[in-house]
T-cell receptor, first 116, second 117 residues
């Protein structure tokens, strides 16, 4: 079945570091990918919609310069948390929609980001 | 805008008990409705879905019926197992499905389910 791979699964780094998270669709092409953030024991908050070959669409209140999204191919989207600070620590989850299928989004397993 | 409200947890049950997790929504048009499950440290897995009124989604003994008149999509299971312990999210997609692809999801706050032997 369709699989979305997210990497890394966990990252711990110092404050001020930039961190890149990858989201890959392994066996399908995704013109649209979504990035979510999940706080402990909370729901998922959509951060942005990543569109292949064009700029991402950010949700209200999400800083574009803080969370850089690149969707350069039909199978890869990246989220870069720039100059990360402890308040950026969270669980980030991506999802992807198969352009050739009438099925809902497939989710990655998430990335646990911890900023010290 | 669209919103989803789930019953607050956590929910703690004994094995083989009956489960209900309430979910109501607010949306314009004809949303598609979903239940997702998240096991500890993992991403979300689609549990079941319904794309139009009166549709019943079902999977692994879970089921939910799309009730447009009450704007609800309650999740039920007749006999839960320890392996069902997870966080359950109700969600909606605001685009009209009708055979086309799905849009961005709006999630409820999630309900933690713990099942004891």
């Amino acid at each position: 079945g369709a699989v979305v791979s997210q990497h890394p699964s966990r990252v711990i780094c110092k404050s001020g570091t930039s961190v890149k998270i990858e989201c890959r669709s392994l066996d399908f092409q995704a013109t649209t990918m979504f990035w979510y953030r999940q706080f402990p024991k909370k729901s998922l908050m959509l951060m942005a919609t990543s569109n292949e070959g064009s700029k991402a669409t950010y949700e209200q209140g999400v800083e574009k310069d803080k969370f850089l999204i690149n969707h350069a191919s039909l199978t890869l989207s990246t989220l870069t948390v720039t100059s990360a600070h402890p308040e950026d620590s969270s669980f980030y989850i991506c999802s992807a929609r198969d352009r050739n299928s009438n099925q809902p989004q497939h989710f990655g397993d998430g990335t646990r980001l911890s900023i010290l | 805008g669209n919103s989803v409200t789930q019953m607050e947890g956590p929910v703690t049950l004994s094995e083989e008990a009956f489960l209900t997790i309430n979910c109501t929504y607010t949306a314009t048009g004809y949303p598609s409705l979903f239940w997702y499950v998240q096991y500890p440290g993992e991403g979300l897995q689609l549990l079941l879905k319904a794309t139009k009124a009166d549709d019943k989604g079902s999977n692994k003994g879970f089921e939910a019926t799309y009730r447009k008149e009450t704007t609800s999509f309650h999740l039920e299971k007749g006999s839960v197992q320890v392996s069902d312990s997870a966080v359950y999210f109700c969600a909606l997609s605001g685009e009209h499905a009708g055979g086309t692809s799905y849009g961005k999801l709006t999630f409820g706050q999630g309900t933690i389910l713990t099942v004891h032997p």
